[in-house]
C-alpha cells in the first residue's frame, strides 16, 4: 500500500513544468512530444478557482473596490472548507467581515483582512470547533481578531499570518485580575488553551460555568 | 428531483462549460453585466493569456513568439459562490462550495443559459463539458494517510521507494461511444485543516465530436454527463472516503 507522508514544508506538483522546461534543451523531439501529450491530459486550472495571491490594497482603486477585492478574497477561500462548515454560521460570518469592510466605517489607512490571517482563523475554527461563536474584529495591519467573552471574562485570539496565533486570557477572580498570553503555531492552539478550560469560552451555556 | 447523496459532499468545484465554433464579439460579453446583474451584483474583467514561443530545430533563427489575449468577465453572486465567466469563446457556469445539488446547479445553468442566448442567439457549439474537482480530506494518522484506504486511483508504486510525499495521476477514457470523453486528476494537495492530508479527484466530461446544438438535446447531455461522472466519482472513492462525506 501506498502511503502519503504529509509534511508541513508544502510542496507543489507545480514545480514538475518548471523542470520540464529547464531540461527541454536536453530533450529528443520524441521526448518533447510525449511531455506535450502528458500535459494535454492535465484539466486545466479551473477559471472559477481563486487566485492564490492575496490582492493587495491598490491606491489606484477606489477604496470600495479594495475593500471589495478583500471580501471576494477571503469568501472564495471560505468555500474551500465550506462543506466542514454549518451553513448558518457562514451566512453569519460573511455577515460580520461585510460590516467590518463597510466603506461608510472605514478608517482610512487600516488594512483590510489578509487572505493568509483568514486562513490562519479557518484552520483554528476548524479544529477547536466551538459552539460558541466569536465576535470579529480586525487589527490594524488586516489581521483577524476573535473574541469570546464569559462574564467579566474574555479571550482574545490574533490569527497570524504564516499559521501563527496569539491569545491573550482576562480572568476575574475575587483577589483580582489575571491575564495569560500565548504565542505559538496554530496546530498548538488548542493545547494552548487546554489548560484554562475551553468549554469556559466555547460552550453555549457559558453564563452557568465556573472559572477555569 | 435527483437526491443529494452525501451531507457533505466534497465538491470543491462544480463546472459547466458550452465553448463555442467562432468567438462572441465583445459587446455580447459587455451586455452580460446587464444582463446578469440582479443574479450576480459582482463583475470583474478578466484577462486570459496564452503564449507560444516556436522555436525552430536549425539554428541561427530567431524564436517566433504568439502571444494570445482573450478578454472576459467574471460574474459572482454576493456570497462568491456562484459564479459565470464568460470568455469569447465559451460560456461558463461554475459553483464553488457549499453544493447545492445538481438540481439547483443544473437550474442555475438552464436559467442563466436562457438569459445569455437570448443576448447573442444561436451560435454553433463546439463543445458541452461539465468538470467537478472534488477534494477529499483526509485524517492523518502519525503524519501519514493512506489514500488507498479511501481512493481507488492513485499512483501504485514500489514499496522500496518508502512513504510518498507528493504525486499526482492523469488518465483520459471513452466511457461511451457518443464521443463523451473522461479526464481523470488526482493529486495530493495541501490541506486546508490541521491534521489532515487532502487528495484532489478532478472528474471533467466532455463532448467535442458533434456536439448537440439544441437546447434540449444539450440539457439532456449534461445529465447524462453527470450521470457518467457520478459513476466515474464512485468508482474512485471506497466507502471509508464515503463515510467522512457523511459525518
Known amino acids: 500500500m501506498t502511503s502519503i507522508v504529509v509534511r508541513a514544508e508544502r510542496t507543489s506538483l507545480g514545480q514538475s513544468s518548471d523542470l520540464l522546461t529547464s531540461l527541454e534543451p536536453a530533450l529528443s523531439l520524441q521526448t518533447r512530444e510525449i511531455a506535450r501529450r502528458i500535459q494535454a491530459l492535465q484539466n486545466q486550472p479551473s477559471l472559477g478557482s481563486p487566485s492564490a495571491d492575496t490582492p493587495h490594497p491598490s491606491t489606484e482603486k477606489p477604496l470600495h473596490e479594495n475593500l471589495f477585492d478583500a471580501l471576494a478574497a477571503v469568501k472564495v477561500l471560505t468555500s474551500q472548507v465550506a462543506m466542514h462548515l454549518n451553513s448558518d454560521w457562514r451566512a453569519k460570518l460573511f455577515h460580520q467581515l461585510d460590516s467590518l469592510h463597510d466603506p461608510a466605517e472605514w478608517e482610512e489607512g487600516d488594512l483590510p483582512v489578509q487572505q493568509a490571517s483568514f486562513a490562519t482563523f479557518l484552520k483554528a475554527m476548524l479544529t477547536i470547533n466551538p459552539a460558541r461563536h466569536p465576535g470579529l474584529g480586525l487589527s490594524h495591519a488586516g489581521n483577524l481578531v476573535a473574541a469570546w467573552t464569559t462574564g467579566k471574562d474574555r479571550l482574545t485570539i490574533e490569527f497570524m499570518l504564516h499559521d501563527r496565533v496569539r491569545w491573550v486570557l482576562s480572568l476575574h477572580y475575587e483577589d483580582g485580575l489575571v491575564r495569560y498570553a500565548g504565542d505559538a503555531p496554530v496546530t498548538r492552539l488548542a493545547e494552548g488553551l487546554a489548560k484554562h478550560d475551553p468549554e469556559h469560552w466555547f460552550s453555549r451555556a457559558p453564563e452557568n460555568r465556573e472559572h477555569p | ?247
Open chain 2, 1 to 247: 428531483m435527483s437526491e443529494q447523496p452525501y451531507r457533505r459532499p466534497p465538491i470543491t468545484e462544480a463546472i459547466i462549460e458550452i465553448r463555442y465554433a467562432a468567438p462572441i464579439e465583445p459587446v455580447h460579453l459587455e451586455r452580460g453585466d446587464v444582463d446578469f446583474r440582479p443574479n450576480y451584483p459582482f463583475q470583474q474583467p478578466t484577462v486570459n493569456y496564452g503564449v507560444a514561443v516556436g522555436v525552430s530545430a536549425s539554428t541561427g533563427n530567431e524564436p517566433v513568439t504568439q502571444v494570445n489575449r482573450s478578454d472576459g468577465r467574471r460574474l459572482s453572486s454576493m456570497d462568491q459562490t456562484e459564479l459565470i465567466l464568460l470568455w469569447p469563446q465559451s460560456f461558463i457556469v461554475a459553483q464553488l462550495a457549499p453544493y447545492p445539488g445538481w438540481d439547483n446547479f443544473f437550474g442555475r445553468f438552464a436559467r442563466d443559459w436562457k438569459t445569455w442566448k437570448r443576448g447573442v442567439g444561436y451560435r454553433k457549439v463546439a463543445r458541452v463539458g461539465v468538470r467537478f474537482i472534488n477534494r477529499i480530506d483526509i485524517p492523518q494518522v502519525n503524519r501519514v494517510i493512506e489514500e488507498a484506504d479511501y481512493l481507488n486511483a492513485y499512483a501504485k508504486l514500489p514499496d522500496e521507494f518508502g512513504p510518498v510525499i507528493a504525486y499526482g495521476v492523469q488518465a483520459q477514457f471513452l466511457p461511451d461511444d457518443k464521443g463523451c470523453r473522461l479526464t481523470l486528476n488526482s493529486a495530493s494537495v495541501p490541506s486546508p485543516l490541521l491534521d489532515h492530508g487532502s487528495v484532489l479527484l478532478d472528474l471533467d466530461v466532455g463532448v467535442e465530436t458533434n456536439p448537440p446544438q439544441n437546447d434540449e438535446d444539450i440539457y439532456t447531455l449534461l445529465n447524462e454527463m453527470r450521470a457518467k461522472k457520478n459513476a466515474a466519482f464512485e468508482a474512485c472513492v471506497t466507502h471509508r472516503a464515503r463515510e467522512l462525506f457523511q459525518r
